[in-house]
């Protein structure tokens, strides 16, 4: 495309310039006013010519190219966006996990969030693995708390005393 753009402009210069010289070289007069004439007939077709060459359909293929090159890398970025998205929430959930099992003491748990696509699109938590000694009263609690903060029920909570 910029070379088309750079040969109509030399082609309209080169125009402009002959014309310039045609109309000093012209008697005044009717010679003069034919080749005014001419000179403005022969601008037109510089100026107009690259619209009668200009090949349309490889326009439009060229295009159509582009626009779909740049809905896959738009469908790429909105991917990497949902995984940044789950990330977080599950970064988040995982700390305020963490935060509720420290202030009950058990502050040496390792705790792990998976999300899911929600009803409205969104991630939410839905699986969560806890992995750390926990007595069955503090097990109850935590695990009434991540039932009713993160709806995550007890099928999906795992427990687990060592990493293994």
């Given at each position: 495309m910029p070379e088309?753009?750079?040969t109509w402009l030399l082609g309209l210069t080169a125009a402009a310039f002959l014309t310039t010289i045609a109309m000093t070289l012209t008697p005044k007069g009717r010679p003069r006013a034919v080749v005014?004439?001419?000179s403005g007939l022969v601008t037109i077709v510089a100026l107009i010519a690259p619209i009668v060459e200009f090949d349309f359909h490889a326009y439009a293929r060229d295009t159509s190219g582009f626009e779909a090159?740049?809905?896959?890398?738009?469908?790429?970025?909105?991917?990497?966006?949902e995984r940044l998205t789950s990330l977080l929430i599950s970064q988040r959930s995982q700390a305020y996990i963490w935060d509720k099992a420290e202030r009950l003491g058990l502050g040496h748990l390792t705790v792990e969030v998976a999300t899911t696509?929600?009803?409205d699109g969104w991630p939410v938590p839905d699986r969560v693995w806890v992995v750390?000694?926990?007595s069955?009263?503090?097990r109850q609690i935590l695990s009434e708390f991540l039932t009713d903060t993160?709806?995550?029920?007890?099928?999906?909570?795992?427990?687990?005393e060592s990493d293994e």
């Amino acid at each position: 495309m910029p070379e088309l753009i750079r040969t109509w402009l030399l082609g309209l210069t080169a125009a402009a310039f002959l014309t310039t010289i045609a109309m000093t070289l012209t008697p005044k007069g009717r010679p003069r006013a034919v080749v005014g004439l001419v000179s403005g007939l022969v601008t037109i077709v510089a100026l107009i010519a690259p619209i009668v060459e200009f090949d349309f359909h490889a326009y439009a293929r060229d295009t159509s190219g582009f626009e779909a090159q740049l809905e896959a890398q738009l469908e790429e970025m909105e991917a990497a966006q949902e995984r940044l998205t789950s990330l977080l929430i599950s970064q988040r959930s995982q700390a305020y996990i963490w935060d509720k099992a420290e202030r009950l003491g058990l502050g040496h748990l390792t705790v792990e969030v998976a999300t899911t696509q929600g009803a409205d699109g969104w991630p939410v938590p839905d699986r969560v693995w806890v992995v750390g000694a926990v007595s069955p009263g503090d097990r109850q609690i935590l695990s009434e708390f991540l039932t009713d903060t993160f709806g995550i029920p007890v099928n999906r909570q795992y427990w687990s005393e060592s990493d293994e």
